[in-house]
C-alpha cells in the first residue's frame, strides 16, 4: 500500500518523497484510519488511506518546492508565475482514488490491493530458499497463547541466519476482535520484525475458516546470534491478546465412556465444542499407567460446562470409573493453532 502511494505521488506530482520519514507516517496513519473509520468493506479502508495520504504528501512537498523557488526566483519570474495561476488555476483532487482505476493498471478488488508498479526491487527469491514453518503449537512456555508465544528455533532444526522473510501466515479465523479487519500486526522483536499482514486467502474447514495472510511489505531479516524468538499476533492497532489459552487439569475422572477434565479456568473464547484437544507434559502420572497411552492421543470436545471439558473415549472396552487428583499435565487446543512460513536458506 506505501508503494502505492509512493508510486503516485511520483507519477502524478514528479515528487520523490523521503522513505525514511514518510514510512513512518504512513504506519501512523494506516492504525488511525482503521481505528477511526467504522465502514465494512476494505477498499472503503484503503480509499480513506490512500486519499488522506496522498493529499498530505503532496501538500508537503508542494510547499517545501514553493519555499524553495521563492528563494531563488527573480521579482519578473514570480509576476509571470503568479500571472499563469490566476488564469488556469490547478484542478482539484477531489478523489485519487477514482482516479487511479482509470489512469493506473493497479485494481482494487474487494479485499485486496493489487501490487503497484514501483522501482523497488522485491526480494528475489532462489532456488535454494525453501519455506519452514513454525506452528505455535511447539511453544516452549505453557503461559502463552496461540497469538503470544516463544519458540526455541534450535528445537525446529532452523537456523536463525538462514531465514530471510516472513512467508505467509495460516491462522484460523476466530470470533474475537484480532479479525474485525482483514489486516495483523506481527511483531518478532528480536528478528527486528514490526509488520502489517493482508488477508490473501480462506480455507474453508469443516468447522471453521481458515485464512492466509501475507506480509503488505517485504522486511529482510538480519543475521543476529539468537536461539529463541518471542511471536506476537495482534490487531492492526497492535492491541495484545492477554489470555494464557493452555489450561492446567486440576481433576480427572472416568466415567462410563466419557473423560472429564475439571479446569482451573475456560475462557469461552478458546475452546468450543467440537475443537480437538491435547495433553501435554503429561509424563507424570501417579497410578495412571493404564491411561497414558490414551491420553497421548488427541481428543473432540463434546461439551464445556463451567470448567469442566467432556470428550467420549472411543474404546473396545470401558475403563474402571475413577477419578484421578493428584496429577500434573495440561492441554491445549489443537484446533485454533496457526503457523508461520518464513522464506530459509538451505
Known amino acids: 500500500m506505501y508503494g502505492l502511494v509512493k508510486d503516485i505521488i511520483k507519477?502524478?506530482?514528479?515528487?520523490?518523497?523521503?522513505?525514511?520519514?514518510?514510512?513512518v507516517y504512513f504506519s501512523k496513519k494506516m492504525n488511525e484510519v482503521f481505528n477511526n473509520n467504522n465502514v465494512e468493506e476494505i477498499t472503503d479502508i484503503n480509499k480513506i488511506l490512500l486519499d488522506e495520504c496522498v493529499d498530505y504528501m503532496k501538500d508537503k512537498y508542494y510547499k517545501e518546492n514553493i519555499v524553495n523557488n521563492v528563494e531563488t526566483e527573480d521579482p519578473l519570474q514570480r509576476m509571470i508565475r503568479e500571472r499563469e495561476s490566476q488564469l488556469d488555476p490547478p484542478k482539484k483532487n477531489d478523489n485519487i482514488f477514482s482516479r487511479i482505476n482509470h489512469q493506473s493498471k493497479e485494481v482494487l478488488t474487494d479485499n485486496v490491493i493489487s501490487e503497484p508498479i514501483s522501482e523497488e526491487k522485491e526480494e528475489e527469491k532462489t532456488d535454494e530458499d525453501i519455506l519452514v514453518g513454525i506452528p505455535s503449537s511447539h511453544r516452549i512456555s505453557p503461559k502463552s497463547s496461540r497469538y503470544r508465544y516463544s519458540i526455541q528455533l534450535s528445537k525446529e532444526g532452523i537456523d536463525v541466519n538462514k531465514l530471510k522473510s516472513i512467508s505467509k501466515l495460516i491462522i484460523p479465523i476466530e470470533d474475537n476482535y484480532l479479525f474485525s479487519?482483514?489486516?495483523?500486526?506481527?511483531?518478532?522483536?528480536?528478528?527486528?520484525?514490526?509488520?502489517?499482514?493482508?488477508?490473501?486467502?480462506?480455507?474453508?474447514?469443516?468447522?471453521?475458516?481458515?485464512?492466509?495472510?501475507?506480509?503488505?511489505?517485504?522486511?529482510?531479516?538480519q543475521s543476529t546470534d539468537i536461539d529463541k524468538i518471542n511471536i506476537n499476533i495482534m490487531d492492526v492497532s497492535g492491541i495484545e491478546y492477554k489470555n494464557n489459552d493452555i489450561l492446567k487439569i486440576n481433576l480427572?475422572?472416568?466415567?462410563?465412556?466419557?473423560?472429564?477434565?475439571?479446569?482451573?479456568?475456560?475462557n469461552e473464547n478458546d475452546y468450543h465444542k467440537n475443537d480437538t484437544i491435547r495433553i501435554i507434559n503429561n509424563d507424570v502420572y501417579n497410578h495412571m499407567d493404564h491411561l497414558t497411552q490414551?491420553?497421548?492421543?488427541?481428543?473432540?470436545?463434546?461439551?464445556?460446562?463451567?470448567?469442566?471439558i467432556f470428550c467420549k473415549l472411543n474404546l473396545n472396552q470401558r475403563l474402571?470409573?475413577?477419578?484421578?487428583?493428584?496429577?500434573?499435565?495440561?492441554?491445549?487446543?489443537i484446533s485454533n493453532q496457526n503457523i508461520i512460513f518464513f522464506n530459509h536458506g538451505f
Open 252 to 266: 480427572l475422572e472416568i466415567k462410563d465412556d466419557i473423560i472429564i477434565f475439571t479446569c482451573s479456568n475456560i
Open 294 to 308: 490414551i491420553l497421548l492421543n488427541p481428543m473432540k470436545i463434546k461439551y464445556i460446562q463451567n470448567n469442566m
Open 11 to 23: 507519477r502524478e506530482y514528479d515528487i520523490d518523497i523521503n522513505d525514511e520519514e514518510e514510512k
Open 320 to 333: 474402571e470409573e475413577k477419578v484421578y487428583n493428584n496429577i500434573d499435565m495440561n492441554i491445549f487446543n
Open 181 to 221: 479487519i482483514p489486516i495483523l500486526l506481527l511483531v518478532i522483536k528480536e528478528l527486528n520484525i514490526h509488520l502489517h499482514l493482508q488477508q490473501k486467502d480462506i480455507i474453508q474447514n469443516r468447522y471453521n475458516e481458515v485464512a492466509v495472510y501475507e506480509p503488505i511489505e517485504k522486511i529482510p531479516i
